[in-house]
């Protein structure tokens, strides 16, 4: 869920995974990677094309939460807030772009 906010705390260089499930949403999250390498990430994927929903769907959110978790860690570690969204207007403008919204 990447989309609600927490592209504000990428800076250039983060490594940024998605994660598909290989139901149809994979079509949209597979649309993310262009704003995230605008935004300077390094985009990783995983999950996408699975044969069987169910299988494509638990890899994606055991990723999704083991990944969250390791965030966490370490940003706990390093002392970073990670609530703070005021990364700039260019992640502003890809959320824009993400919801179809007018920049």
Not at 34 to 62: S, Y
Not at 65 to 76: D, Y
């Amino acid at each position: 869920n990447f989309c609600h906010g927490a592209q504000f705390m990428l800076t250039p260089g983060d490594y940024v995974g998605l994660f598909g499930t290989g139901g149809p949403a994979d079509a949209r999250t597979r649309a993310l990677k262009p704003g995230l390498e605008r935004l300077g990430a390094t985009v990783g994927a995983a999950g996408f094309g699975a044969k069987d929903p169910h299988a494509g769907l638990r890899a994606a959110l055991l990723g999704a939460l083991h990944a969250q978790a390791l965030c966490l860690a370490v940003a706990e570690r390093r002392g970073l807030d990670v609530t703070d969204p005021a990364r700039g207007s260019a992640a502003a403008e890809v959320q824009k772009e993400w919801f179809g919204w007018e920049a």
